[in-house]
């Protein structure tokens, strides 16, 4: 097989989608839920420090996220009846069982996203990576009564592997690439594969740690980002997700800004808030038609 997965087709050769009540966007909250181990040297990369273990600064950072920024976030949810659709390491469901039971009352979606972020997918065998994708699996379905179908790789790193192996462990879509405002199918050796579009650009992570930027310019930023999809939904419909990470967002001088977007985007028409796993379920149906 190519080892590109997907095929090059223009935005403006596509024929028009048609989402539910003929919306313009489609947008989804991505929440990454997370386990770092304090006995391991990689936290993520970027704004980590290189030491031994125990690594105290980058391991209680993280650790905010779910003592205290989830519960944040969540609320904000609430507050505007929006299901999280969770990138979900599973190892959080042995560490933190709590949030798995919240999430779990509030019909939250739960995506495979490795067992933890201090291990990531690529330079692995691939007996290493089978046995790290059927553990994840294993253990979300078991911990939240729910197989997951969604995936995103830890960092969004993969092998040549991972989409056959993803897609044996009933995997049918991938957050991991951030090419397109369309959902678009991917080429596996057996079944099928949807990539569903995430954020990169407009990602937590980069604009406040990577590209510093202040609580004021990330509403700014998602602002612009969802008056153009909307705009350019009108002739063919765009998918927007806005992915989060609770140790920043969730922070006191930054969560306002969350619900600032949230607001914004539920004051306008034609929109369809929904989780990555009824944007999936859309395309194939979708697909089906053709």
């Not at 798995?100 to 007996?127: A, D, T, Y």
């Not at 607001?263 to 034609?270: G, L, M």
Request: aromatic content about 12%; charged content about 25%.
């Amino acid at each position: 097989m190519d080892k590109l997965r997907y095929k090059y087709c223009p935005i403006n050769l596509r024929k028009k989608l048609i989402l539910p009540n003929n919306a313009k966007i489609a947008v989804w909250v991505g929440i990454n839920i997370e386990y770092f181990d304090i006995n391991l040297v990689e936290f993520g990369g970027i704004q980590s420090f290189k030491v031994e273990p125990p690594n105290v600064f980058d391991y209680s950072v993280r650790d905010y996220g779910n003592r205290i920024g989830i519960w944040r976030v969540s609320e904000i949810l609430q507050k505007y009846g929006v299901k999280a659709s969770v990138l979900l390491n599973s190892d959080v469901c042995d560490h933190y069982p709590e949030i798995i039971e919240h999430g779990k009352k509030l019909e939250w979606e739960f995506l495979g996203h490795g067992n933890s972020n201090s291990v990531l997918l690529n330079g692995l065998s691939e007996q290493q990576e089978k046995k790290i994708i059927r553990s994840c699996v294993d253990t979300i379905t078991e911990s939240t009564g729910q197989q997951p179908r969604g995936w995103l790789s830890p960092a969004l790193q993969e092998t040549f592997a991972t989409l056959d192996l993803l897609s044996e462990e009933g995997i049918s879509y991938v957050c991991d690439w951030c090419c397109d405002d369309q959902p678009f199918n991917m080429k596996v050796e057996n079944g099928k594969m949807i990539s569903i579009p995430y954020s990169v650009e407009i990602n937590d992570y980069k604009l406040f740690l990577i590209q510093n930027f202040s609580p004021e310019d990330y509403f700014q930023i998602l602002k612009e980002n969802f008056d153009t999809l909307y705009k350019e939904g009108s002739i063919n419909p765009r998918v927007m997700c806005i992915g989060l990470h609770p140790f920043i967002i969730g922070q006191p001088f930054r969560i306002k800004e969350f619900d600032r977007i949230l607001k914004y985007i539920e004051n306008h028409d034609d929109v369809w808030l929904t989780t990555s796993g009824d944007i999936a379920n859309w395309f194939e149906q979708e697909n089906n038609k053709r």
